[in-house]
């Protein structure tokens, strides 16, 4: 009825233009960004999409050049299991005590800040794992400057490694690799610097581009060598961040304490938040009654790149969602409210990602350039032959990525990766695990599987090409 209203025709007029693309809708549901464009274009106008979720047109300032002041990097520690991330992560927050402060890192808040003896800081993310990036990207957040890759030079490169290498990738995130456990009587580190060099990773010391550094997570050798390359790489980045300006950050955890309230560990992008600060995040907002840094210590302040904790907000946001410093609580409490509000009538539905199906009108409405592909299968061999076939189907209007392939079965991090880089999920002679495929319906993730090559290659073809039927 919005949109009748908008455009001044009879709201039966546009329940019956949504009829016949197969919707039975009422009147006061909300239409999808695409079903919009449709359904207004039959009427002779042309939609525009001021803003999807609201923050964009909340966080419209852009700063000037001379605003801005160089910030600390954000890092991510990543790798297989076991390979060491919470070790070398522990090791980190023990040993650099931020010079001036007193008193040890005791609480993991899902961040915090090194001080190195240059004076040089570093964020860290303290949520280590590929999951819990992937995830956060899946939600809009790209927090991550630099990714330390972890490897144990007692084991080989595993499958969460290059799960790890390739999410890193997809992101667009600079890599850094640590070759762990050297004290380790087994411990070869060239090995894994020729298994990443089969895989076209090509470290620093073998004249490739990728910087590497064995260490020690347990021992602490090789850790401060480790983090001045990761400032090295985040030096090139140029990370800039205007601190006079109201706070917008992310949220890295959020949680219900029982003495004080609603909890969130927030990292702040940009700008500078003030305990008393007017803050909406997600659904949620509420004035700063109070914040603490990692050593649980009070502070007024936050500025780029830090971590703190904040109380007062009304309610938990989820992790990946951004907040925003209001002007006033009016306006907070509007946002908030809009987007309860759209989220119930959506449902859990959060984003509409891309399916095979969808590929042909996408390509016809003109903004569909690239098709990303994950590929699982049995053996390696046919996952090869398969990616090599599809990567060949590239257009000059459509290129096809492969953004993520190996062998097993189609996992939960499969349909993350998928989410965040808007990936279609092919699967050759392998099904998804339960939980995957609950996510995969949950993100309304598009999973195909295949048994014959063929099949998916003429599939994906016809698709691009615009002549996928619906529904096969
Ligand atoms: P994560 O699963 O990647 O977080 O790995 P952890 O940090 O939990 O480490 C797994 C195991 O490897 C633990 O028993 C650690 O004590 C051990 N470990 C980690 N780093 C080193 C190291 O540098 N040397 C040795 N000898 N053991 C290590």
Redesign the pocket.
Known sequence: SELANMMSVNVNQIISSCMSLGLFVSINQRLDAETLSIVAEEFGFKVEFVSADLHDSIDSEVDAEEDLEPRPPIVTVM????????????HIRNTNVIAGEAGGITQHIGAYKVKLKSGRKITFLDT??HEAFTAMRARGAQVTDVAII?V?A?DNVMPQTVEAINHATAAGVPIVFAI?????PGANPDRIKEELANMNFLVEEWGGKYQSQD?????G?GITDLLEKVLLEAEMLELKANPNRRAVGTIIESSLDKGRGYVATVLVENGTLNAGDIVLAGQHFGHIKAMFNERNQRIETAGPAEPVIILGLDGAPQAGDKFNVMENERDARNVANKREQLAREQGLRSQKHITLDEIGRRIAIGNFQELNLIIKGDVDGSIEALSDSLIKLSTDEIQVNIKHKAVGQISESDILLAAASEAIVVGFQVRPSLSARKLAEKEQIDIRLYSIIYDAINEVKAAMEGMLSPDI
């Not at 762990?180 to 380790?184: A, E, F, S």
């Not at 260490?215 to 021992?219: D, G, L, P, T, V």
């Open positions: 790798g297989h299991v076991d390979h060491g991330k919470t070790s070398l992560l522990d280590p794992g972890i144990a007692d762990n456990k050297i004290d380790k260490i020690s997570a347990k021992q050798q």
